[in-house]
């Protein structure tokens, strides 16, 4: 079982940055791999990104890449999402989300497959 809460979301101007954290309770963290997704209004969920178990694997959605980060810290039961040059249309809730499938090799890209959610965490990115 694993607990999720994000934080670090806020109201930032376009082409600014930041970095949303996601905290997980739970003694086996680092045998999940890790998700990160977004809603904004009247649109469906949106794969992100995800890094593996391991921190070996990452994968980013085209929407996103070269402009965000997938890092985590075992240590630290933590995973983190850099996000730099941010647009409008970034807009959305962001949510971490952890895999079902533990020591999975790759990065699941879709939200079936990761089983634990956290509550998400609102960015807003003006224009």
């Known amino acids: 079982q694993v607990q999720l809460v994000e934080s670090g979301g806020g109201l930032v101007q376009a082409g600014g940055s930041l970095r949303l954290s996601c905290a997980a309770s739970?003694?086996?963290?680092?045998?999940?791999?890790m998700g990160w997704f977004r809603q904004a209004p009247g649109k469906e969920r949106e794969f992100i990104g995800g890094?593996?178990?391991?921190?070996?694997?990452?994968s980013y959605a085209d929407s996103v890449k070269g402009r965000f980060t997938i890092s985590r810290d075992n240590a630290k039961n933590a995973v983190y999402l850099e996000m730099n040059s941010l647009k409008p249309e970034d807009t959305a809730v962001y949510y971490c989300?952890?895999?079902?499938?533990?020591?999975?090799?790759?990065?699941?890209?879709?939200?079936?497959?990761?089983?634990?959610w956290g509550q998400g965490t609102q960015v807003t990115v003006s224009s």
């Open positions: 989300a952890a895999d079902r499938t533990i020591y999975y090799y790759t990065v699941h890209i879709n939200a079936q497959a990761y089983g634990y």
């Open positions: 739970g003694r086996t963290f680092s045998s999940y791999g």
């Open positions: 890094i593996s178990y391991s921190g070996g694997r990452t």
